[in-house]
C-alpha cells in the first residue's frame, strides 16, 4: 500500500508499507489509531497511545481557521479509503498532503497556549509565523 510517511522532525515522504495489521503497527510504533479529520477519502493513521507514551509531537491538525485543535504525536501516515479497508494513496491526494504537512512543526507553550512553529526544510524559505493553538 503506498502511503505518505510524517516523520516527526522530517518532510513527509512516500512509501510502501504492507496492508495487515502488522505493517501499520510497525509503521507508527505501537497500536494503530485512524482518525479521519479531512473531506478527502483519506485517514490519518497514528499510534493510538503515541501521547500517553509520551512520543514526540509532530504535527497540529487545524480547523478551516487554522486554529489548532490537536497534535499527532508520534509518526504517522495518511493512506486512502477504500470501500472497507485501508488503500494505496492517489499521487494527488499524496502531492496534497505533502504540501499540507511539508514543515516539520515545533511546539511551544506560551500564557496558556500552544504555538505551532514551523520549520523550514531544506531548499524552502524561513517558516511560518507561529499559529495559536487552544487554551490549556
Known sequence: MNV??????????E??????LE???????GNIQAVYPYEDLV??????????????????????DGEI?????????ICGLGEENFCSLSPEL????????KHPEKFV??????????QPVPGDGAPEKP????EL
Open 94 to 101: 499524496a502531492e496534497k498532503f505533502k504540501e499540507e504537512f
Open 69 to 77: 485543535y490537536d497534535i499527532i504525536a508520534g509518526n504517522f501516515f
Open 131 to 134: 499559529q495559536k493553538g487552544p
Open 23 to 29: 505493517a501499520m503497527q510497525a509503521a507508527v510504533g
Open 109 to 118: 507553550r506560551i500564557a496558556g497556549k500552544i504555538l505551532a512553529v514551523k
Open 43 to 64: 485517514g490519518l493513521v497514528c499510534n493510538e497511545e503515541g501521547k500517553l507514551e509520551g512520543l514526540p509531537l509532530n504535527r497540529a491538525l487545524r480547523t478551516e
Open 15 to 20: 512509501t510502501e508499507i504492507g496492508d495487515g
Open 4 to 13: 505518505l510517511m510524517v516523520e516527526t522532525g522530517k518532510a513527509p515522504y
